[in-house]
């Protein structure tokens, strides 16, 4: 059987609002193992962006659990948690959220900052993602000196640094002319291609085609799971090695 990389078992997240409460998730449960790709669809205010934050572990459940990685993210403490999110995950948000003051190399090589012993080949990994990403020649570039498209691929350059087990994208073709969305929607499917596990927001139907899995969600609940034919693609592949 694959290995589970991210699992959320009757997960809830409750915002408060003075005396009023929002359930951003309700009792959401589903797996994502090794290789998949999955798309999380849904209208405005369904919960995406929340269900990703936790998937990020940059937000916490109000209840239930989540595993990534096969460990229980709920006994952990802040800092286990960066640690494990350093080590584990690559995040791409719709806005970039890039250091202005930082050029792509540096932008780039941030998630091995927060990593206990990073890694001794740090420059030259981001060296390599630069080119791989289309960034060759703007390498000692400021954010601020590049397009949207650019910046977007410092982000996902960036969410690769560190190897991850699963990488998670907020609507993070949103705001990019259509013809730089496909190519890095090409690039996303590049990576799935070599075994990388993918969770992916987005609104738009032909971002979801691509996808192996797709999740809506419905007033914070999963209203439906679709396994698409792609899926096939993935049991064809040789079993990859477990890594941590
Ligand atoms: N920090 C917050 N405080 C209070 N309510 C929030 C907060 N973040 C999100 N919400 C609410 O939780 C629900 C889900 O939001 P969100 O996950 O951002 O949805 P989506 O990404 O699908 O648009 C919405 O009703 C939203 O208003
Ligand atoms: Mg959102």
């Not at 090794?34 to 919960?47: H, I, L, N």
């Not at 190399?105 to 080949?121: G, R, T």
């Not at 291609?193 to 987005?202: A, C, I, N, Q, S």
Request: hydrophobic content about 40%.
């Amino acid at each position: 059987m694959n290995r589970a990389v991210a699992e959320l078992i009757e997960v809830e997240r409750i915002y408060r609002m003075g005396a009023e409460k929002v359930h951003a998730l309700d009792r959401v449960s589903f797996r994502v193992e090794r290789g998949e790709y999955w798309s999380v669809m849904g209208a405005s205010g369904s919960g995406k962006s929340t269900l990703l934050n936790v998937m990020g572990c940059l937000d916490r459940p109000t209840k239930g659990s989540y595993r990534l990685a096969e460990r229980d993210t709920g006994v952990m403490d802040d800092d286990e948690l960066s640690e494990l999110r350093s080590r584990k995950l690559g995040f791409i948000f719709q806005s970039y959220n890039l250091i202005p003051q930082l050029d792509v190399l540096e932008n780039i090589m941030v998630p091995l900052f927060y990593q206990d012993e990073p890694p001794v080949d740090g420059l030259e990994r981001a060296e390599s993602l630069a080119r791989r990403t289309g960034l060759a020649d703007r390498m000692r570039h400021k954010p601020s000196e590049l397009s949207g498209g650019q910046q977007q691929r410092v982000a996902i350059a960036r969410a690769l640094v560190n190897d991850p087990e699963l990488i998670l994208a907020d609507e993070a073709t949103g705001n990019l002319d259509s013809q730089t969305a496909e190519e890095i929607l090409d690039l996303f499917d590049e990576l799935w291609r070599e075994g990388k596990t993918l969770v992916f927001v987005t609104h738009e139907t032909h971002v979801a085609a691509r996808a192996s899995h797709v999740l809506r969600m419905r007033d914070g609940q999963i209203e439906e799971i679709e396994v698409r034919e792609r899926a096939k693609e993935i049991q064809g592949r040789p079993a990859t090695e477990a890594t941590c």
